[in-house]
């Protein structure tokens, strides 16, 4: 999983196609194209379609299709992820040469390549079933503006919330439900051993972060017709700001980044006890803290109104299929398959061991628990319904400079422990996106 987020896109005539349709017109316009060369290559043999793609194992899961789709062939061209892999399509499509026909992308980085003409609007292609196997929250990143669609979603990484439950049980603690209760347990924590903390603020981390906003009911971006509004500084997020502002303030937790040879010591020695996180973190429990396996369990994000269950995303990533194919229609065939069959899914999951972002699917796909987790029978079962209460999020097109701005923000806010300084952290995170939007020439209103 990466939290790598997109360059820029192209000058601003490009980015603004966006706001006037113009990818889907240039997507419509090559319609009729992909429609001729679906029957075949030019020289009789199959049609060759090149997928650029990270995935670990995607190569088998591609392996599949291929064995029963003899006259289409998908060739995989495996990719860095994050920023390399955007760069190097944008690079391609700019030189109009050796674009790929697919390509996997992160969910923060379609708008960007949406902006620069670099994907598809593929509404047209979809099979009408195949809106149904996504959640709201998460079909809404690939659907920017009306009824179009740039992508499909591969896999996704709802956020839950992970503690050391032999640690709970013995000061008679249990899963937060709320984040009062969640910061009452960290409090209660820190009193019993000062050297212990349910969490750490990560100021190295936007895309966390981000998730907590979506699950408060943020939605930094939004396309107001054919401008754009930043909504950052606005009080979902503060209120998220301020919660982890104080408690890094009061010392209960850490404010120390994650993934660190000091973080891993002390997932490994009980010091740091808890970890909200997405649903691929026991990988990274397994990984760093292999000690502590069957200490853990897994539990629902505390929320902020027990009767509005929500959630946000951390991760995750989606098939797109680039403007400058000539095979559209067969390239969408494929990413249907891969992202929406059971077999496709299944194969997602055994051979990439990803966590799939079809809710209808999901559940059988994910019999048994991952391995840190065993003795959690239900880790998937939960996993799945947590992903259902994703919100919608909208991610803007200069989304790169907001995580910037959140690192050199919050690496001196977290410096300071105040929560004035978290505060503060945001109104800087919304000037500066609105200062660079504007310096791009888009619109804002």
């Known amino acids: ?72 062939q998908v060739i995989v061209s495996r990719q860095d992820a994050g920023d390399a892999a955007v760069t190097k399509l944008l690079t391609a499509i700019r030189a109009k040469n050796g674009a790929p026909d697919l390509v996997q992308v992160e969910y923060q980085a379609i708008t960007s390549l949406v902006s620069a003409n670099a994907i598809a609007d593929i509404a047209a292609d979809l099979d009408p079933s195949t809106r149904e196997h996504f959640a709201e929250g998460i079909w809404s990143t690939v659907n920017l503006q009306g009824d179009s669609v740039y992508a499909i979603p591969q896999d996704t990484g709802p956020i839950q919330f992970y503690y050391r439950a032999d640690i709970f049980e013995e000061l008679g603690l249990s899963a937060p439900a709320t984040w009062e209760e969640y910061a ?13 903390h349910l969490g750490t603020f990560s100021s190295a981390d936007p895309g966390l972060f981000v998730g907590l906003a979506q699950q408060a009911g943020a939605s930094w971006w ?74 853990w369990a897994m539990a629902p994000i505390p929320q902020w109104d027990e009767a509005e269950v929500a959630t946000g995303n951390w991760g995750g990533s989606t098939t797109a299929v680039t403007s400058q194919t000539p095979h559209r229609e067969a390239a969408v065939r494929f990413a249907e398959w891969l992202n929406t069959s059971p077999e496709g899914v299944q194969a997602l999951v055994s051979e990439s061991a990803v966590f799939p ?89």
């Open 222 to 295: 939004q396309i107001d017709g054919q401008n754009w509004q930043v909504a950052i500084d606005e009080e979902p997020t503060q209120r998220v700001a301020r919660f982890w502002g104080e408690l890094v303030e009061e010392g209960v937790i850490d404010n120390e980044p994650m993934y660190t040879p000091q973080w891993n010591a002390a997932l490994n020695n009980g010091t740091q006890v808890g970890w909200v996180s997405a649903v691929w973190a026991p990988g990274v429990l397994e990984g760093n803290a292999g000690s502590t396996a069957g200490s």
């Open 357 to 445: 972002a079809d809710q209808l699917q999901a559940e059988e796909a994910l019999a048994e628990p991952p391995g840190f987790f065993a003795h959690q029978e239900d880790f998937y079962e939960m996993s799945t319904a947590n992903a259902e209460s994703v919100q919608p999020f909208t991610f803007g097109p200069n989304v790169n400079v907001t995580y910037s701005l959140f690192n050199d923000a919050f690496a001196r806010a977290t410096q300071e422990r105040s929560a004035k300084a978290f505060s503060e952290a945001i109104t800087t995170l919304q000037q500066g996106t609105v200062a660079d939007l504007e310096n791009q020439g888009y619109v804002l209103s």
């Open 1 to 72: 999983m990466s939290q790598a987020s997109s360059p820029r896109g192209e000058p601003d005539l490009s980015r603004r196609r966006l706001l006037s349709n113009g990818a889907a017109a240039a997507g419509a316009a090559l319609a009729g194209t992909a429609l001729a060369g679906c029957g075949g290559g030019t020289t009789g043999g199959p049609l060759e379609l090149t997928f650029w793609a990270w995935a670990p194992g995607i190569e088998e899961v591609v392996a599949r299709w291929n064995a029963q789709n003899p006259d289409v």
């Open 184 to 196: 009452e347990a960290a409090r209660t924590l820190h009193a019993a051993d000062p050297e212990i």
